[in-house]
């Protein structure tokens, strides 16, 4: 059974960073993708980033990008998630995700969309202002 184990959150002032961790195990091969998403009380679930795991590929939301970094660690099937310059507005539980069907799409923005199938129980990020 594939199980996503986040890691990392906490709170931290603007201006700061975290990093966050998440590690996927059960699988009997290697994912072919793996992302993160947030979502803060009362709002819309957002696509934060995503790594395609065979080619290094990577994709991040308008709002994120400069300022997060995801990255990823085959040997120990681990995605991280660089978070820097840290806003208020970031403030929101963090959710790992692995693995699209083929043709799947990551994130489509506006809906919250996704076809990722495995997911994690999420980490809280909380930045004061």
């Known amino acids: 059974q594939v199980q996503l184990v986040e890691s990392g959150g906490g709170s931290v002032q603007a201006g700061g960073s975290l990093r966050l961790s998440c590690a996927a195990s059960g699988y009997s091969s290697s994912t072919n993708s793996m992302g993160w998403f947030r979502q803060a009380p009362g709002k819309e679930r957002e696509g934060v980033a995503v790594v395609f795991t065979e080619t290094g590929m990577t994709e991040y939301d308008d709002a994120v990008k400069g300022r997060f970094t995801i990255t990823q660690d085959n040997a120990k099937n681990t995605v991280y998630l660089q978070m820097n310059s840290l806003k208020s507005e970031d403030t929101a539980m963090y959710y790992c995700?692995?693995?699209?069907?083929?043709?799947?799409?990551?994130?489509?923005?506006?809906?919250?969309?996704?076809?990722?199938?495995?997911w994690g129980q999420g980490t809280q990020v909380t930045v004061s202002s």
């Open positions: 995700a692995a693995d699209l069907p083929d043709d799947g799409s990551w994130y489509v923005p506006g809906t919250g969309g996704t076809d990722f199938i495995y």
